[in-house]
Nanobody, 115 residues
Framework: QVQLVESGGGLVQAGGSLRLSCAAS????????MGWYRQAPGKQRELVAA???????NYADSVKGRFTISRDNTKDTAYLQMNSLKPEDTAAYYC?????????WGQGTQVTVSS
């Protein structure tokens, strides 16, 4: 079992920055890839960024060049650095971790970008 706890969301003006954190606990040795998803009201949850155990990353086209995902294995924590935020980035952001039998989700943290 893996538990994920996100933090770092909040209200920010367009053009600003936020850094999200995802702390993993439990059977962390079983975690392979980790990722960040987001879900805006009335829309499906979508992948924002993902990172493998080796550090390989991939991003949604809408956030490339603005967001950076990273992983600190010592702290068992994943991060999402969000720069040049836009109002369309407004969503609940969820951390995800891939385990051997299932994926795990955090509770979500709200990011709101004002104009």
């Amino acid at each position: 079992q893996v538990q994920l706890v996100e933090s770092g969301g909040g209200l920010v003006q367009a053009g600003g920055s936020l850094r999200l954190s995802c702390a993993a606990s439990g059977s962390i040795f079983s975690i392979s890839a980790m990722g960040w998803y987001r879900q805006a009201p009335g829309k499906q949850r979508e992948l924002v960024a993902a990172i493998s155990t080796s550090g390989r990353t991939n991003y949604a086209d809408s956030v490339k060049g603005r967001f950076t995902i990273s992983r600190d294995n010592t702290k068992d924590t994943a991060y999402l650095q969000m720069n040049s935020l836009k109002p369309e980035d407004t969503a609940a952001y969820y951390c995800n971790a891939a385990g051997p039998y299932r994926t795990y989700w955090g509770q979500g943290t709200q990011v709101t970008v004002s104009s």
